[in-house]
């Protein structure tokens, strides 16, 4: 639960919904809104800060954080690292190149929704 709080609040923020500075939710009201223990929420806040997508001040909450440009910079190491996890994975498996490229079609068809579909990044 807390991968889809840490998935939520990094789209809002890279889609320019969260600019940098703005207040998040607290810990305590985002998991009373989320149905989840305040313990989830706090650890998806620390893993979001260690990122550098968000900035916690003891006893004033957390915001974004003012250089997102970095934290997305570090998003990108991270899917970077993913992938090259996944083509490991597949390599174990014996899986060829077009075999991986079919399932990773799969995997993004079955993601796809109306709502999540675009013709590319924003500018």
Do not use: N
């Not at 190491?77 to 014996?94: I, K, N, Y």
Request: charged share 20%.
């Amino acid at each position: 639960m807390y991968q889809q709080i840490v998935d939520q609040i990094t789209a809002r923020v890279m889609a320019g919904d969260w600019l940098p500075g703005q207040a998040l939710p607290s810990i305590r009201e985002l998991a009373a809104d989320s149905g989840v223990s305040v313990i989830t929420v706090k650890r998806a806040y620390e893993e979001l800060e260690r990122a550098g997508l968000i900035a916690t001040r003891q006893g004033k909450g957390s915001v974004v954080a003012e250089q997102p440009e970095q934290a997305r910079a570090l998003l990108v190491d991270a899917l970077t690292q993913s992938l090259a996890a996944a083509v490991a994975h597949a390599t174990r498996l014996g899986l060829t190149r077009p075999a991986l490229h079919a399932r990773l079609e799969q995997v993004l068809d079955a993601s796809e929704t109306p709502a999540t579909h675009h013709e590319g990044p924003k500018s």
